[in-house]
């Protein structure tokens, strides 16, 4: 065997949806989206980029969900940045595998209204600090529901990891 045999690696996937509506700010991969119109209805800041690449992460590793780790309801997650919730993410599998490295992050955002293509480059890079790695490693992809779901934002990601040589 050469090295790289499945134990070199962990995949992970996550996603995420929340209701909009008029009020709450939308906030995606840690970015305010300016001149959006609607945000999501959610317990914490309702990031749902963020969320489903910490539940890509955690699920990489057997650790659970977001929701296990930061409870709907509990007065810790009300109006908590989503940044942390990744970070924690990352700390729980650094506690486990601390030369577990991200080296390509796939995510994809599904909104009707406001377009996102402007903010790519700014959600991308924010990501990508956040997951410790090169922007070029984290590709975001942005699609509209056709209609189909206009009152809601979704996100899927999957991330890989590197245990090393």
């Known amino acids: 065997?050469?090295?790289?045999?499945?134990s070199h690696y962990r995949v992970g996937y996550?996603?995420?949806a929340h209701r909009l509506?008029?009020?709450p700010r939308l906030v995606l991969g840690g970015v305010d989206v300016p001149g959006a119109p609607r945000g999501p209805?959610?317990?914490?800041?309702g990031d749902a980029l963020l969320h489903a690449v910490a539940d890509a992460v955690l699920?990489?590793?057997?650790?659970?969900d977001i929701g296990q780790h930061f409870p709907p309801g509990a007065a810790a997650t009300s109006g908590k940045d989503?940044?942390?919730i990744l970070r924690r993410a990352l700390e729980l599998v650094h506690a486990r595998v601390p030369h577990a490295v991200v080296v390509n992050c796939a995510a994809v955002v599904t909104l009707d209204e406001p377009k996102l293509g402007d903010h790519r480059a700014a959600i991308t890079a924010s990501c990508a600090r956040l997951l410790r790695m090169d922007p070029e490693r984290f590709g975001l992809t942005f699609k509209t529901s056709e209609g189909l779901a206009t009152d809601h934002v979704q996100a899927r990601a999957t991330v890989l990891f590197s245990l090393g040589d």
Do not use: K, T, Y
């Open 41 to 45: 209805v959610a317990h914490s800041d």
């Open 59 to 64: 699920s990489a590793f057997a650790l659970g």
């Open 21 to 23: 509506e008029p009020g």
């Open 1 to 6: 065997m050469n090295g790289r045999g499945p």
């Open 82 to 84: 989503s940044r942390d």
């Open 14 to 16: 996550g996603e995420d």
